[in-house]
């Protein structure tokens, strides 16, 4: 029974494939006889010999096979070609003649020629269908990862620092009358540092939305290299005054295309998570390296690294810090996670490692055109 029904699958597909085409292949199959028959009476009124004549007609069953849906356009144009092929170019000319020597051979040769090539390229469409739907949903389904992370990610860090915030204003209404000074300006600095968390937050949930999601690029422009790296510092410099960047110009002035907003929001995070994660007072090192085909941005700590178990998904809003529940400035899951969103429409990479002494983000984006830098 199994075997009756996929044989009666197959000869369903194999129907379908033969009825399967619509007025628009009819159209290229007329259209394709129509010029194969003008270029097949040229030459012949050229070379006043017939002999290749059958070549152009299997040439055009190759292309109606291939452009045209189904098996039908190929088999009528096999047979509408022996019949062109007898009337206007075999004598008596003019007349149809069945019972010429080789015509049967020729009829059944063109057909097999048609068959085959329209199986053929029937196939080849099919596969590329399968191929394209496959693409698709592993696209889609590669989305729907990357929302579940950052949703992840954004429950976890909106939490805690919300929590820091009831925290420390509950207290403070609370044993308002029993705090001195300076215990109230702490609270409240840790209450403006919470809200300074979470407004980074938000900032990068807006630099999402500015991919689009169809197509997950950007708008590019040439931009400096270095004026993209000091903007960068410069914006985290008035969010965190005390932060120490030693920041290393490259000596080239390159221009790349990027989207320059977006570029400093991943600067801006990889050196955030630098000073609040590495656990060190040396200066958080930023710089470019010029390549011939790519720029790479490098984001180097001194600090305590990073768990070797936590590299291969620290960019998947995965990534939370053992203490990010309980440290001060949260964990790093979303930052990061937004970053690989960032660089990845940029059509470039990143990547995370310990350099014995500490930890390096690194991201390279490619440098275009000549005609593009120009």
């Known amino acids: 029974m199994k075997k009756d029904g996929g044989w009666q699958k197959l000869k369903g597909e194999i129907t379908d494939e033969i009825y399967k085409f619509t007025w628009k292949d009819v159209l290229i199959t007329l259209g394709i006889l129509l010029t194969a028959t003008i270029v097949a009476l040229v030459y012949y009124r050229i070379s006043a010999s017939n002999i290749n004549v059958i070549m152009f007609y299997t040439l055009a069953l190759l292309f109606i096979s291939r452009l045209t849906s189904g098996y039908l356009p190929g088999i009528a144009a096999a047979m509408i070609s022996v019949v062109c092929v007898n009337f206007l170019f075999t004598y008596p000319y003019g007349q149809i003649n069945f019972i010429l020597e080789g015509y049967p051979v020729t009829f059944i040769c063109m057909l097999v020629v048609s068959v085959l090539t329209s199986a053929s390229a029937s196939h080849m469409k099919r596969q590329s269908r399968i191929l394209a739907d496959r693409e698709k949903k592993l696209a889609e389904a590669e989305k729907e990862k990357m929302r579940a ?130 656990g060190s007072t040396e200066p958080v090192e930023c710089r470019a390296e010029i390549g011939r085909d790519e720029v790479t941005f490098l984001v180097t700590d001194q600090g305590v690294g990073i768990p070797e178990e936590k590299l291969a998904t620290i960019f998947d809003g995965t990534g939370q810090t053992e203490n990010s529940s309980s440290d001060g400035h949260k964990g790093m899951g979303i930052g990061l996670s937004i970053c690989k969103t960032i660089i990845t429409a940029h059509g470039g990479s990143i990547r995370a490692c310990n350099h014995g002494h500490g930890a390096q983000f690194s991201f390279t984006l490619p440098r275009g055109s000549e005609d593009e830098e120009q």
């Open 149 to 278: 992370n950052l949703l992840r990610a954004v429950s976890h860090d909106l939490r805690t620092p919300l929590t820091g915030i009831i925290g420390a204003s509950s207290s403070y209404l609370e044993n308002e009358a029993r705090l001195d000074t300076d215990e109230k300006r702490t609270m409240v600095r840790h209450i403006r540092e919470d809200a300074n968390w979470l407004l980074n937050m938000v900032e990068n949930l807006l630099t999402v939305t500015r991919i689009r999601d169809d197509s997950a690029s950007v708008n590019k422009s040439l931009e400096p290299v270095e004026e993209v790296m000091a903007e960068a510092v410069y914006r985290l410099k008035k969010r965190i005054p005390d932060a120490q960047i030693k920041v290393l110009l490259p000596e080239e002035f390159v221009m790349i295309p990027m989207d320059a907003t977006l570029i400093e929001q991943v600067l801006i995070n990889l050196m955030e998570n630098a000073i609040f994660h590495a």
